[in-house]
């Protein structure tokens, strides 16, 4: 199994989300985008919209984002939004 993301979900005022992930899945103003392990390093202006996130558990954790970006480098995920919070 190949190692996992390292992703942190922030807002202007708050870290909404963090912890170790399998995949992350984004929606950009080029359209959605899937990160795995190994991704090669990038920086995109999110939409607004859903980040989803599966962890490594398994589990899937969602978040609404709007106004910011995403940001991969080594195999680390930061997606910092004027807004964000999760979703129930």
């Given at each position: 199994m190949a190692s996992p993301?390292?992703?942190?979900?922030?807002?202007?005022d708050q870290e909404v989300?963090?912890?170790?992930?399998?995949?992350?899945?984004a929606r950009t103003v080029e359209g959605e985008i899937g990160?795995?392990?190994?991704h090669e390093p990038m920086l995109a202006i999110l939409a607004s919209g859903e980040v989803r996130i599966t962890s490594a558990d398994g589990s899937r954790i969602t978040a609404r984002a709007d106004?910011?970006?995403?940001s991969v480098e080594n195999d680390t995920v930061t997606v910092v939004a004027s807004q964000a919070a999760l979703v129930a």
């Amino acid at each position: 199994m190949a190692s996992p993301l390292t992703v942190t979900v922030v807002s202007a005022d708050q870290e909404v989300w963090s912890g170790q992930a399998s995949m992350v899945v984004a929606r950009t103003v080029e359209g959605e985008i899937g990160i795995l392990a190994g991704h090669e390093p990038m920086l995109a202006i999110l939409a607004s919209g859903e980040v989803r996130i599966t962890s490594a558990d398994g589990s899937r954790i969602t978040a609404r984002a709007d106004d910011g970006f995403l940001s991969v480098e080594n195999d680390t995920v930061t997606v910092v939004a004027s807004q964000a919070a999760l979703v129930a």
